[in-house]
């Protein structure tokens, strides 16, 4: 069974810049998680995607926003990109069935460098 | 608020010998789960071990298993017989019930084996 992918798996942009990152799932996975991990913040949710519909969101900018297509792809953007923004994105995929607490799956993550 | 929280940031362990790694947490909700990941350099989050909050018994993964201690809000891992590969960022994580997939990560120990 093949594991979660990421694409690309580095990104340079420069400031003002907007970015979109690629995440699929393990097959038969519904649910999709975005995390950004910094040094300074270490690891943070972002938002969720279940069913092509935002279930969560964690407390990030509006500059942040994701969409989950039918096939439970998703992708990330990151519009007017500040210094701040660099940092490893990863997305996690899982079952998601309601109520449940079964185990996230992590793609390799997304390396993004903002100059 | 929920919260999780690593208290060492770094660790070193002889090779074969077995480790202990501390994880505390708090939630209001009665019903959460407990998950230890692993980072190494590459950056990929790789899953050990899962610990629901109802489970009666101490989870256990092959070299790892996971001190529960409800009462005391604690969920240790613990890394039997040591290897050079598990040298790695080692990151606790809870999931409330209502919640969704989002996962909160506290801020990681590092773990160094030596030969």
């Known amino acids: 069974k093949a594991g979660v992918t990421q694409t690309p798996r580095y990104l340079i942009k420069t400031r003002g810049q907007q970015v979109t990152l690629s995440c699929s799932p393990i097959s038969g996975h519904r649910s999709v998680s975005w995390y950004q991990q910094t040094p300074g913040q270490g690891l943070q949710f972002l938002f969720e995607?279940?069913?092509?519909?935002?279930?969560n969101k964690g407390n990030f900018p509006g500059r942040f926003s994701g969409r989950q297509f039918s096939n439970s792809r998703s992708e990330m953007n990151v519009s007017t990109l500040e210094l701040g923004d660099s940092a490893l994105y990863l997305c996690?995929?899982?079952?998601?069935?309601?109520?449940?607490?079964?185990?996230?799956?992590f793609g390799p993550g997304t390396r993004l460098t903002v100059l | 608020a929920q919260k999780i929280t690593q208290t060492q940031p770094g660790m070193f362990v002889q090779e074969k010998e077995a480790v202990t790694l501390d994880c505390t947490y708090d939630?209001?909700?009665?019903?959460?789960?407990l998950f230890w990941y692993k980072q190494p350099s590459s950056g990929e989050m790789i899953f050990l071990i899962y610990?629901?909050?109802?489970?009666?018994q101490n989870a256990t993964e092959g070299r790892y298993s996971l001190n529960f201690q409800k009462a005391r809000k604690s969920a240790n891992l613990v890394i039997s017989a040591s290897q050079l590969g598990d040298s790695a960022m080692y990151f606790c994580?809870?999931?409330?019930?209502?919640?969704?997939?989002?996962?909160?990560f506290g801020q990681g120990t590092e773990l160094s084996v030596k030969p």
């Open positions: 610990q629901g909050s109802y489970d009666q």
């Open positions: 994580a809870m999931r409330e019930r209502n919640q969704g997939g989002k996962l909160i």
């Open positions: 996690a995929s899982s079952l998601g069935l309601a109520g449940g607490l079964d185990e996230q799956f």
């Open positions: 939630t209001s909700d009665p019903s959460y789960g």
């Open positions: 995607y279940f069913s092509e519909t935002q279930r």
